[in-house]
């Protein structure tokens, strides 16, 4: 049975710092491109970053050069480092492969509020 466990979210502070983990049971994530979304009231799921199995790494323009997306295939995870977090960062974060072939788990919610 495939399963998406998302953990890491939380309250925090303008400029203060969150790194969200994603295992993945009974998958091969070693050979996917995996993500991570984020949904709020105000927008519909978009995508944040991708990592590939092989290759460079791709993040939204409006996290870049603040998140960074990176994997362990030994653990069968995906990380996402999030630093210098603003308001509108706040949503709840998702992790899928980049073509959503798994079904979607309950996800993590980020506040960042003062």
């Known amino acids: 049975q495939v399963q998406l466990l998302a953990s890491g979210g939380g309250l925090v502070q303008p400029g203060g710092s969150l790194c969200l983990s994603c295992i993945v049971s009974d998958f091969p994530v070693s050979i996917y491109t995996m993500a991570w979304y984020c949904q709020s009231p105000e927008k519909e799921r978009e995508l944040v970053a991708s990592i590939p199995p092989v290759g460079v790494t791709n993040v939204a323009d409006s996290v870049k050069g603040r998140f960074t997306i990176s994997r362990d295939n030994g653990q069968k995870s995906v990380f996402l480092q999030m630093n210098s977090l603003k308001p509108e960062d706040t949503a709840v974060y998702y992790c899928?492969?980049?073509?959503?072939?798994?079904?979607w788990g309950q996800g993590v919610q980020v506040t960042v509020s003062s």
């Open positions: 899928n492969t980049a073509n959503q072939n798994i079904a």
